[in-house]
């Protein structure tokens, strides 16, 4: 109760900067931290850790510096602190300056450490504690988003200007209107040249375009969710699994580590109601959860491409022996299946 009436939303303002300037396969992790502040704070933690770790990999990996692929956090960003200069160039002499910065950039990471070791061993998800733990508050989780944003900020605005590039002013353009757009429409032609709708309608008319986003719905990611109802399961590339709906129509959405958006028509999958078993009657969120508690995991495979093809041919060799239920047993409250 108290975390809710402290914040109603949490924005990610520097690394949502990053992103727009071309760490775009972070956005599904900023998403995913963002929501998971207010509606799961324990899994905030390992997120705000994994987004630093992401950042400080992309920025070794542009500037040609080896890493090992198991270095831990820590040994990442000194690694990243050491080789990307954190004043400017005409004040590269300025080695106090440079030793506070560093301290100052330093003590967030501590911050950030520190308050992910708290959750461990006092958290719910603590590692190996025997007996009930009490649960991090909202607000430590917001510590840790903090601390991991402001470090993503800082670390891609002070890699990209030390290497020369200006920072890009973000298109304005939204991944997910665009794929609508495109799914909806065909292309147009101009002077005999075809361009997807979303290029167009952007280009010459951004207040309509603007109004194609406000009407379009999006559910929270629910991949989180799948990944504890079917462990092991999902593959592992995917960062967002939710539904959109547009114009009485309910698409599944999905996003890769690659910052790739897909949108598949769920009409296709029969059910009661309006013969749609992903109603665009109900709300993105409610055909969220029917994925995750509603869907027979059969059904999955045979419709969404979630699952990795080992985790599908299990799935179809149980459904197969009758033996599915044993697998992966049905949620007690769980609505009608497919």
Do not use: W
């Not at 025997?130 to 891609?156: H, K, N, S, Y």
């Not at 002013?169 to 757009?181: A, N």
């Not at 078993?277 to 491409?305: Q, T």
């Amino acid at each position: 109760m108290a975390d809710a009436e402290i914040v109603d939303a949490f924005v990610m303002h520097g690394a949502r900067a990053a992103a727009a300037n071309g760490m775009t396969h972070i956005t599904a992790q900023i998403t995913a931290l963002e929501r998971a502040v207010l509606e799961n704070p324990g899994l905030a933690f390992d997120l705000a850790k994994f987004i630093v770790e992401s950042t400080c990999k992309t920025i070794l990996n542009e500037r040609n510096i080896g890493f090992d692929k198991n270095d831990n956090l820590p040994r990442l960003f000194k690694a990243v602190t050491t080789n990307v200069p954190m004043l400017p160039k005409e004040a590269g002499g300025e080695s106090e300056a440079r030793r506070k910065l560093l301290q100052t950039l330093n003590g967030l990471h501590t911050a950030l450490e520190g308050v992910c070791q708290l959750r461990n061993s006092c958290g719910f998800t603590s590692h190996g504690a025997e007996g009930e733990r009490p649960a991090m508050e909202g607000v430590q989780a917001i510590l840790a988003a903090q601390a991991a944003d402001t470090i993503v900020g800082f670390l891609f605005s002070a890699h990209r200007v030390q290497r020369g590039e200006a920072p890009q002013k973000s298109s304005g353009h939204d991944l997910t209107i665009d794929k609508v757009l495109d799914n909806v429409y065909e292309p147009v032609l101009i002077a005999g040249q075809p361009y997807a709708v979303s290029e167009a309608l952007f280009a010459i008319d951004r207040e309509a375009y603007l109004a194609v986003a406000a009407t379009v719905e999006e559910s929270r990611n629910v991949l989180t969710d799948l990944s504890m109802r079917y462990p092991g399961c999902l593959r592992p590339e995917l960062r967002e699994i939710s539904f959109v709906h547009y114009s009485n129509a309910a698409y599944l959405k999905t996003s890769n580590d690659k910052g790739q958006v897909i949108l598949e028509d769920t009409s296709f999958v029969s059910g009661d109601e309006d013969g749609l078993f992903f109603s665009p009657s109900h709300s993105p969120d409610e055909n969220a959860g029917v994925l995750v508690h509603g869907f027979h995991p059969y059904s999955i495979i045979n419709c969404f491409d979630l699952f990795t093809n080992e985790a599908a041919e299990r799935i179809a060799q149980a459904h197969e022996a009758g033996t599915l239920d044993l697998l992966f047993p049905p949620p007690a409250s769980s609505g009608g299946s497919q």
